[in-house]
């Protein structure tokens, strides 16, 4: 009987360096399936970008999320061209997906690779290790708000920030949920609830209630401002962060220069419910400065990837994909923005090897 575990993937790079780390991505995935065994990966590629947004008017076809749907996750590299306004490019691709799938949990691991440094003097591995839980359908990115009298000088742009009982709670619980997972059960609710008096105080309102079905996790709650200034300051007193669309999005790009590079930091867009496929990409955006150069940092994709297949239940092979990632960094196999002068290429290249070195029974004979 063939017991191998099949999941399929959408694979898009989209824009920029996207393309570059996901074909990395997909490289370093399969070799890791081949090596391990017991599940196989299919990609199918979707040329979903930018250009196809010039040539046809739109990034998804119709019919495009249909399409989507019908796989088990999706894995996406980034979307923005310096001749599209980021809005229109942002709300035409990755918007468009999160906010149909319902991929209203948006996590973001961080922490300090083994052989790369953070640049907080005397910050090791072990003092930055935080999961940023942001809300990834409501706040400012509801698409509420519009402009009137265009040009004149009394034009007005509002940008309402919608935040729903149902939203808050549903993420908070999510929440809870992860910081449980965590050996020290540390929840902090980030949020501004002394200047925004209506939706911060619901949030800090629904986070108290939802707190009672976990009385096993420890609350701290924090205001945005000062957080930055403490995740600078005493990066081991967090844990995992639960915080809007927002105030996580600028955060958690903090939290990714606070371990090293924004080159290394992965994040999923889930629906906890597994309704729908949920979307894993790296952080970063399209790079458009180094685009091209075959110098674009390929762990953040790789962590992604490896949260991916935990995601789909591949929790061993994820574990086992860090490890061989970890390797290479501390072998000093790095690139550009972690000091390092290794290509992308050498980087994806080693990352295979050690996969291969560890695992393939056939590796030396021949
Ligand atoms: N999820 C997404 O699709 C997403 C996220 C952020 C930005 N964007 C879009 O990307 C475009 C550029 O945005 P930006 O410049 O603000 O952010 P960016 O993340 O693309 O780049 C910021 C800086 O980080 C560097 N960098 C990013 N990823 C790197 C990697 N893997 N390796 C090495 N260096 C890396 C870049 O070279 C640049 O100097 C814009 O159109 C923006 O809208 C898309």
Redesign the pocket.
């Known amino acids: 009987m063939d017991s191998q575990r099949r999941y399929s993937i959408a694979a898009i790079g989209?824009?920029?360096?996207?393309p570059e780390?996901i074909s990395a991505g997909i490289a370093v995935l399969r070799t890791l399936a081949d090596a391990l065994g017991g599940f196989e990966l299919e990609f199918e590629e979707y040329d979903w970008s930018s250009e196809t947004y010039k040539k046809t008017g739109q990034y998804i076809p119709d019919g495009g999320l249909d399409e989507l749907r019908k796989h088990d996750a999706i894995f996406?590299?980034?979307?923005?061209?310096?001749d599209?306004p980021?809005h229109v490019?942002?709300w035409g691709?990755?918007l468009a997906i999160c906010q149909t799938f319902q991929q209203y949990a948006n996590v973001r691991p961080t922490r300090i690779l083994l052989g790369t440094q953070s640049p907080l003097r005397s910050c090791g591995p072990r003092d930055l290790d935080w999961v940023i839980v942001r809300e990834n359908s409501e706040g400012e990115y509801a698409g509420q708000g519009g402009r009137s009298h265009r040009g004149q000088a009394w034009e007005v742009a509002t940008e309402v920030a919608v935040f729903t009982r149902h939203g808050i709670a549903r993420l908070m619980r999510f929440g809870f949920e992860i910081a449980r997972q965590r050996p020290r059960k540390l929840l902090t609710v980030v949020t501004k609830s002394n200047a925004q008096r209506n939706g911060m105080v619901l949030w800090d309102e629904v986070a108290a209630d939802v707190a009672k079905d976990f009385p096993d996790v420890k609350v701290d709650k924090m205001l945005v401002d000062a957080m930055t200034a403490r995740m600078v300051l005493d990066p081991s007193s967090l844990d995992t962060i639960v915080a809007t669309n927002l105030h996580a999005d600028i955060l958690s790009d903090l939290a990714a220069a606070l371990a090293g590079?924004?080159?290394?930091a992965p994040?999923s867009n889930l629906d906890p419910t597994r309704r729908n496929p949920s979307m894993f990409?790296?952080?970063?955006?399209?790079?458009?400065?180094?685009t091209g150069k075959g110098?674009?940092?390929?762990?953040?994709?790789f962590w992604t990837a490896a949260e991916m297949l935990a995601w789909l239940g591949e929790e061993a092979a994820a574990a086992e994909l860090m490890i061989c990632v970890e390797s290479v960094c501390e072998a000093g196999i790095v690139?550009?923005?972690l000091g390092g002068t290794a290509t992308t290429a050498e980087v994806t290249e080693a990352v295979m090897a050690e996969i291969r070195r560890r695992h393939d029974k056939s590796e030396g004979k021949s």
């Not at 110098?295 to 994709?301: E, G, L, M, W």
């Open positions: 989209a824009d920029g360096i996207g780390v996406f590299g980034a979307v923005g061209a310096p599209v980021d490019s942002l691709l990755r590079s924004i080159g290394i994040t990409e790296p952080i970063h955006g399209s790079a458009f400065d180094i110098i674009a940092n390929p762990v953040a994709t690139t550009a923005d």
